[in-house]
Every structure is written in C-alpha cells, then in structure tokens.
C-alpha cells in the first residue's frame, strides 16, 4: 500500500489512516478519502481539511483570499507538531491531487 500517512487514526482500530485521494473543494477546502492502513481493519472514509489561518504573511498574497493570522497559542502549537512522519499540505493542496496506489 502507499499514499501519503496523515497523522489521524482509524477511528475504529487505531492504526494509521493513508489519504488515497483528493478532490479540491475551493482555494482553501479539500475532500481527502482516507483508508485505514491495517490490512485487517480496512475501513475507509471521507475527511474535509480546511485553511483556517495564516502562520506567516505570504510573499504573493492572493487578493481574493481572506484568511486571519494566527495567534501565539497556535504558532506555539504548530511548531510543536510539526514532524517529518506528518502529510505534506502542499501536496495534499494542489488542484486535481490523486494519490496512486
Ligand atoms: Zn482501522
């Protein structure tokens, strides 16, 4: 099995989730299907991951964006979770995003 490994736990064993595909919902919302990555479980399931809040000022903003900055409880949280096992948002953000298996 491969795809990208969110943080986020099955729900009903435990285990990892993989997200397996993607569709764009608008410039700031996605729906992600994930799947359970124990072979024994296998549930699958829909997600919606939204930008809620700038951590820094962008270079190129986008004018029809309108996003709050985040506040220092936030930044201090983010930096905290940040690991290199977590999904790359980036990736996880571009238009038309599909994860293979
Ligand atoms: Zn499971």
Request: with cysteine; proline share 7%; aromatic share 6%.
């Amino acid at each position: 099995m491969s795809g990208s490994v969110y943080k986020h736990q099955c729900p009903d064993c435990g285990h990892a989730v993989r997200v397996r595909n993607s569709t764009g919902l608008s410039a700031l919302v996605r729906a992600c299907y994930l799947q359970c990555s124990n072979l024994g479980c296998g549930a699958t399931f829909k997600a919606t991951y939204e930008i809620t809040h700038r951590l820094s000022p962008p270079a190129t903003p986008n004018p029809s964006i309108h996003l709050p900055m985040a506040d220092w409880a936030m930044l201090r949280s983010a930096s905290r979770e940040t690991t290199d096992n977590q999904l790359d948002f980036d990736e996880l953000l571009q238009p038309n995003h599909s994860v293979q298996s």
